[in-house]
C-alpha cells in the first residue's frame, strides 16, 4: 500500500472509521446512525466515503441481503502501526529517533512502565536467536 493508503483524508473519513472500529461491522445506515444528529450526513454522502475506504483498502464488504455490510480490514491499532512504519521508513534516522524519543515523552506513566516490559521482552527474544 502507498503512503496514502493509510492516512484519513477529512474529519468525515476519520469519524466513519470511528464507527467501523468501534461497531465492528456497519452498513451506511448504521454509520449514519451513529452519527450526532446535528453532525449527520446524507446517505449518499456517508455511502461515497465508505466506498473510497473500501477501495483504498481500509474497508471490505460483504453483500447481506439488499444492502452491502462493511468491516475495516485493520483493527485501528494495526491501522497507527502501519501509518507510522510507512512514515518512519521514509525519514532519515536521525528524525525516527527523535520522532519515537518525543512519542515515549508524552507517554503516561502505565504506559512507560508497558512499553518498557515490551522493550525488554523484545531484547531477550532477539537474544535467542
Avoid at 465508505?50 to 480490514?73: I, P, Q, S, T
Avoid at 512514515?87 to 529517533?97: H, K, P, V, Y
Avoid at 518498557?116 to 531477550?124: E, L
Wanted: aromatic letters at 6%; proline letters at 2%.
Amino acid at each position: 500500500m502507498s503512503r496514502s493508503d493509510h492516512e484519513l483524508r477529512g474529519s468525515l473519513q476519520v469519524e466513519v472509521m470511528r464507527v467501523m472500529w468501534r461497531l465492528d461491522e456497519a452498513t451506511v445506515d448504521e454509520v449514519r446512525a451513529a452519527q450526532r444528529p446535528s453532525r449527520r450526513a446524507a446517505y449518499t454522502t456517508i455511502q461515497t466515503v465508505m466506498n473510497r475506504l473500501l477501495d483504498r483498502g481500509l474497508l471490505e464488504r460483504r453483500r447481506r441481503g439488499k444492502a452491502f455490510v462493511y468491516r475495516a480490514r485493520y483493527p485501528e491499532s494495526e491501522f497507527l502501526v502501519r501509518a507510522m512504519r510507512e512514515r518512519l521508513a521514509g525519514a532519515s534516522e536521525d528524525a525516527r529517533t527523535a520522532a519515537l524519543l518525543t512519542l515515549v515523552d508524552g507517554l503516561e506513566q502505565d504506559e512507560l512502565d508497558e512499553l518498557a516490559r515490551y522493550a525488554n521482552r523484545v531484547r531477550r527474544e532477539r537474544k535467542r536467536r
